[in-house]
Every structure is written in structure tokens, then in C-alpha cells.
């Protein structure tokens, strides 16, 4: 296998990676900004927790997975990447780093301000991680300030009006994964909470991408490739149709569908801002010259192949250790009963 293949191979799972973990860490970081808003004392607040808590780490395990592919495959883009977006991609550890203390800690005290402290925290911070995630990859579609000398931006800058565009989308999907994710996993008062905030988080959501497309057609050169290749615009409609079906399955009362459908919505949208971004990796807005591609970044020959190989075996093992959790964890979780992380 020539090395351009095996860098394309890789490009493609480095998009299937993130992906992913948008997918899966999703209804964990949209079940954490919604956690003050649906529980009102801590045995619902133990309902919350028990809902995500076996599942949270094991999605987490694909942004390790996903920074690790950059590290090895393309380490150039990694190594460009961590210094051109230093403070944000900081920003995001530091939200993470709270996000899981903030889960942890919330009832190792009984002191209603400790409590209330994490709580806070665990919101917040998955507040921040799905808007800087989205305001990050809007600005990896639209292009970065990247010069002949290295990035010529600040944090500031990143947040043009298309980046914070991104940001929203993130943050209203994961929303709406959530609150049916809540529905899907828990019983009584708290899925009723969830389910009266649905049906809006629905429609926002396919106007918010709506928005977002037409936006990324008018501003970006995402779409480019698209006209090379027509057959590609069915990645953006079945992201639009995604979105538009989860308001019917919401009115019907299908939520396992409308669940399938929001996964589907993120899932064509980041495969449309891949596919789009073909082969760049970290594109300049200033010049394509001074951007990153996938061939100048990617690893050696060797490099590459063994990856490939420890892919194809570590991979099944790893969704196949998931889907078991899943089925182990299947049961809805009633107030009664909750035990909490």
C-alpha cells in the first residue's frame, strides 16, 4: 500500500475518530448543561449521574483516541495545531478537567454550597467544551489567520461571527441529545422535564443547521470539492433531512428515533466538513500555501502501516467492549432507585 493511500486511509478515520466522539460524548455534555435546570434535589440529581455515569468515560476514550491519531499519523498537524491554537485547545483541557471533578466531587459532602459549587461546575465546564469544540472546528471549515510565519490570530479572533455560529450548533445539538438521551435513560419527573424542552431544542436545532450550511456555502470553501464530485451533497441534505425528521419523531413521541436521528445530524455534519476540507488539515484563510495538508503532515511509510494494523484489532475490541456496556446498562433508572456516580 503507497503512502499517499495509507495518509488518505488515515485522514478519513482522523474524520471518523471525531466524529464519533462528537456522537457518543454528545447526550453526556448535553445531559451536563441541562443537570441544574432538570433535577431539583440530589435523588434526581443521582438519577442524572446513574444515567451517564457508566457511559461518559468509555465516549471520552475517542477524544484520546482522536488526539492520539493526530500525534502519530500527522504529527505535523499535531505539532501545529497545539501552537497555533494553544490557548483555546487549553481552555477546552482545563473544561474537561472540571467536567469530571465536577461529576466526581458533587456528593462527596453533604454541604449544600459544596453540592451546588460542582454542580455549577459540571455544567459549565460542558457548556464550555461544546462551545469551544464547535467554535474550533467552524474555524477549521472556514480557515485559520495562518501567514508565512505561523499563525497571525489571537483567541479573540477566533470568535468571527461564523465561529460563534459553530460554537451554537454544537451547544444546541448536544442540547437536544440530552434531553432525549434523559428521556431514553430515566423514569418520572425528570424525563418529563426533559420532554417538555425537546420539541423546542428540535426545531432550533434544524434551524440552527440550516443556518449553519448556508452560512458555510457563502463563507467557506468547504463546499468546493462538492462541485467536483456532486454525489457529495448528500452528506449536507441527509444532515438537514436528519435534523427536520427529529421534530417529527419528537411530535409522534418516537424518541429512540429522534435519539438515532440527532446522532445522524452530527455525524453528516462533521462528515460534511471533512469530506469538504479534503486534504487539508489546518487550512489558511490567508494563503492555501500556508495551510497544512494531509501529505505533507502525514507520517512515515512504517509509521502508518503499523498504526493501521493496531487499528483494525484495538478498534472492534474497543465498540465492541461499549456495546456491551450499553446492553449491560440498558435499564431505565427511576428516583427511587438512583444511586448516583
Same mark, same amino acid.
Given at each position: 500500500m503507497s503512502h499517499e493511500l +495509507?495518509? =488518505?486511509?488515515?485522514?478519513?478515520?482522523? !474524520?471518523?475518530? /471525531? @466524529? =464519533?466522539?462528537?456522537?457518543?460524548?454528545? %447526550? $453526556?455534555? !448535553?445531559?451536563?448543561?441541562?443537570? &441544574?435546570?432538570?433535577?431539583? *434535589?440530589?435523588?434526581?440529581?443521582?438519577?442524572?449521574?446513574?444515567?451517564?455515569?457508566p457511559f461518559w468515560g468509555g465516549n471520552e476514550v475517542w477524544l484520546i483516541t482522536a488526539g492520539g491519531a493526530t500525534f502519530a499519523a500527522f504529527p505535523l498537524t499535531y505539532? *501545529?495545531?497545539?501552537? %497555533?491554537?494553544?490557548?483555546?485547545?487549553? #481552555?477546552? +483541557?482545563?473544561? #474537561?478537567?472540571?467536567?469530571? $471533578?465536577?461529576?466526581?466531587?458533587m456528593h462527596k459532602d453533604d454541604s449544600p454550597k459544596w453540592q451546588s459549587s460542582w454542580? /455549577? @461546575?459540571?455544567?459549565?465546564?460542558?457548556?464550555?467544551?461544546?462551545?469551544?469544540? !464547535? =467554535?474550533?472546528?467552524?474555524?477549521?471549515?472556514?480557515?485559520?489567520?495562518?501567514?508565512?510565519?505561523?499563525?497571525?490570530?489571537?483567541?479573540?479572533?477566533?470568535?468571527?461571527?461564523?465561529? +460563534?455560529?459553530g460554537g451554537i450548533l454544537f451547544v444546541v445539538m448536544f442540547l437536544l441529545s440530552g434531553s432525549l438521551w434523559v428521556q431514553l435513560k430515566t423514569s418520572g419527573v425528570v424525563a418529563q422535564r426533559a420532554a417538555k424542552l425537546t420539541k423546542s431544542l428540535a426545531m432550533t436545532t434544524a434551524m440552527v443547521v440550516a443556518i449553519f450550511?448556508?452560512? $458555510? @456555502?457563502?463563507?467557506? &470553501?468547504?463546499?468546493? *470539492? %462538492?462541485? =467536483?464530485?456532486?454525489?457529495?451533497?448528500?452528506?449536507?441534505?441527509?444532515a438537514l433531512a436528519a435534523s427536520l425528521s427529529i421534530i417529527i419523531f419528537t411530535i409522534r413521541r418516537r424518541i429512540g428515533l429522534a435519539f438515532t436521528a440527532i446522532c445522524t445530524t452530527i455525524f453528516m455534519l462533521m462528515a460534511t466538513g471533512f469530506v469538504g476540507m479534503f486534504p487539508n488539515m489546518l487550512p489558511s484563510?490567508?494563503?492555501? @500555501?500556508? !495551510?497544512?495538508?494531509?501529505y505533507e503532515a502525514a507520517g512515515s511509510q512504517l509509521n502508518l502501516t503499523i498504526m493501521l494494523v493496531v487499528a483494525l484489532i484495538c478498534v472492534p475490541i474497543v465498540i465492541l467492549y461499549q456495546l456491551w456496556s450499553y446492553r449491560i446498562f440498558k435499564d431505565k433508572i427511576t428516583k427511587d432507585a438512583a444511586k448516583g456516580y
Open positions: +495509507l495518509a =488518505v486511509i488515515w485522514f478519513g478515520l482522523w !474524520g471518523l475518530l /471525531w @466524529a =464519533v466522539y462528537f456522537v457518543l460524548d454528545g %447526550y $453526556t455534555l !448535553g445531559t451536563g448543561m441541562l443537570f &441544574p435546570f432538570l433535577t431539583k *434535589n440530589k435523588q434526581e440529581r443521582n438519577q442524572l449521574q446513574e444515567a451517564i455515569g505539532a *501545529n495545531m497545539f501552537s %497555533y491554537l494553544y490557548t483555546p485547545l487549553m #481552555l477546552i +483541557l482545563f473544561a #474537561l478537567f472540571f467536567r469530571a $471533578t465536577g461529576l466526581e466531587f454542580k /455549577w @461546575a459540571f455544567t459549565v465546564s460542558s457548556f464550555l467544551i461544546a462551545l469551544l469544540f !464547535g =467554535v474550533a472546528f467552524a474555524n477549521l471549515f472556514d480557515g485559520l489567520l495562518i501567514g508565512e510565519t505561523g499563525y497571525k490570530g489571537t483567541l479573540l479572533s477566533l470568535f468571527h461571527p461564523y465561529g +460563534l455560529l450550511l448556508v452560512a $458555510t @456555502a457563502n463563507r467557506t &470553501p468547504i463546499f468546493e *470539492n %462538492y462541485i =467536483v464530485m456532486p454525489i457529495l451533497w448528500l452528506l449536507p441534505l441527509l484563510k490567508i494563503d492555501p @500555501a500556508f !495551510g497544512t495538508t494531509l
